[in-house]
């Protein structure tokens, strides 16, 4: 073997098992007691887990003149030090946009430049007859997932392209990831709190409250019914939402949702901190009141959420948040989170007995893997998958603070948070990239992996 990770406690959505794991180039070509290696990693008293995956991330994000603070090196090196080794990002194109011309630009951006392994969801910004081609020659080209918005100019789309796209992506195997709130709504609940002289950043959940959410899910769940077609609803954030969803898999329905962090340990109430610190927490969906936390945790344990991604977009509070001094409608939407997902995760979920650690391993690694179209070369550790693996140290403790992490951006949502439990060593594709929290890995590592096509039966 050129590498032998030893006596280390293997952990994958399917079994928690103690035995040794040989690399063979960039795959994981054994896993038994007694393994020799050309190079051994003692993984005594460790954890090992498969590279995990964040399904939802926003690098290099242009709004209007701004652009997301992480690019697609920053962003990535961030995601390995934080034990994640496959990210996926969105293609940029908007209403009008040539799709395949959207793909060649977010290519050119991330290829070369990326410090994991990175696929992309395609954005689905109208449904004419040309974008509806192109999505289907793009299918075959590993394409497998895409992002559709009911909100955001430029994006969102009405109720008709909504279904005609979930009708086409149904037919070529592409599993549609919704945003879903409810952009009338938002503009008429807005436009009330600013005419009321309401424009600090405590008022931003305020224009888009839960039923706001609830109603958009509720909607395209029944927009799917209607073209018998499966769904993931990206980032839900409460109970309100999560009934929805919960009626329309009673009503037989395939669909999927993914929670983030954010949702899970912050709530509404950090838009009251001093100030316009409240910015640093306007994404959207906005945080919720906390009595949603034990919502989406139980959810997460049985099952009813089952992936947790990040929404990593980052803004920097000096510069970039401040646009929205004036209106908490003008402050650029979005926080990081992409190397802090993990960590939190593991401390919050499996270290206050939240979830299992089969149950963690499945939510932030094998579930992405595999809606996904990227399993099981990704997203598990099984012989013949990619050799993507986090040796884990379940007691180190860190106190997390952005003028530590590797994000770039200058704050951190959840500054002078302890969390335990860390990566230690980060491998992708069978070479060491993260060493004890460094970086050693570099950037163009990462390739693009091709999605296969979702596999939907009615
Ligand atoms: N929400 C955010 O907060 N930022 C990026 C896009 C999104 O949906
Ligand atoms: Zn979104
Ligand atoms: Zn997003």
């Not at 040539?98 to 990175?118: H, I, N, S």
């Not at 379940?394 to 439990?421: F, M, N």
């Not at 060491?432 to 163009?444: L, M, P, R």
Request: charged fraction near 25%; charge should be negative.
């Amino acid at each position: 073997m050129d590498c032998a990770i030893k006596n280390g406690t293997i952990v994958t959505a399917e079994r928690i098992v103690k035995a040794d794991i040989g690399i063979q180039g960039e795959k994981v070509a054994a896993i038994e007691p007694g393994l020799k290696g050309d190079k051994i990693i003692d993984a005594s008293g460790l954890y090992v887990f498969p590279g995990f995956i964040d399904p939802h991330v926003h690098l290099l994000m242009a709004i209007g003149d701004l652009i997301s603070s992480d690019d697609f090196t920053t962003g990535t090196i961030a995601a390995a030090c934080g034990g994640t080794t496959t990210v996926i990002d969105f293609t940029e194109n908007y209403r009008g946009d040539d799709l395949l011309e959207g793909v060649k630009t977010r290519r050119a951006q991330a290829d070369g430049k990326v410090a994991v392994d990175y696929s992309l969801h395609l954005t689905l910004a109208d449904a004419t007859d040309k974008t509806l081609e192109q999505l289907s020659l793009l299918a075959q080209e590993g394409y497998a997932s895409a992002k559709l918005y009911t909100t955001y100019e430029g994006l969102r789309l009405q109720d008709g392209e909504i279904l005609r796209l979930l009708a086409a992506t149904r037919d070529c195997g592409v599993l549609p990831m919704i945003h879903t709130e409810n952009n009338d709504a938002i503009a008429y609940l807005t436009a009330e709190l600013l005419r009321q002289g309401k424009t600090a950043p405590k008022y931003h959940p305020m224009s888009r409250p839960p039923l706001v959410e609830a109603e958009a899910a509720n909607r395209v769940t029944i927009l799917a019914q209607l073209v018998n077609a499966p769904l993931y609803i990206a980032h839900l954030t409460c109970r309100e939402t999560l009934e929805r969803v919960q009626a329309a898999r009673q009503r037989g329905q395939k669909v999927y949702a993914e929670t983030c962090p954010q949702y899970l340990l912050l709530s509404q109430d950090d838009y009251e901190r001093p100030g316009f610190e409240g910015a640093k927490f306007v994404l959207s969906p906005p945080l919720r009141d906390k009595s949603n936390w034990g919502v989406l945790w139980s959810a997460l344990a049985d099952g009813a959420l089952q992936v947790v991604a990040t929404d990593h977009c980052p803004w920097y509070y000096e510069t970039q948040k401040v646009r929205g001094r004036d209106s908490f409608a003008k402050i650029p939407n979005g926080a990081p989170g992409i190397e802090t997902r993990v960590p939190l995760l593991f401390s919050e979920g499996v270290g206050k007995g939240r979830l299992s650690l089969q149950r963690f391993v499945e939510v932030c690694a094998t579930a992405p893997a595999r809606l996904f179209g990227l399993y099981p070369r990704k997203g598990t550790i099984a012989v013949g998958s990619d050799a993507d693996l986090v040796i884990y140290d379940p007691d180190k403790e860190v106190t997390l603070s952005y003028k530590t992490l590797h994000q770039r951006v200058d704050y951190c949502p959840y500054e002078g948070r302890v969390v335990r439990g860390y990566p230690r060593t980060v491998l992708l594709r069978g070479q060491v990239i993260v060493e004890d929290g460094h970086f050693i890995g570099y950037a163009g590592q990462g390739q693009f992996i091709p999605g296969k096509a979702f596999a939907f039966q009615s």
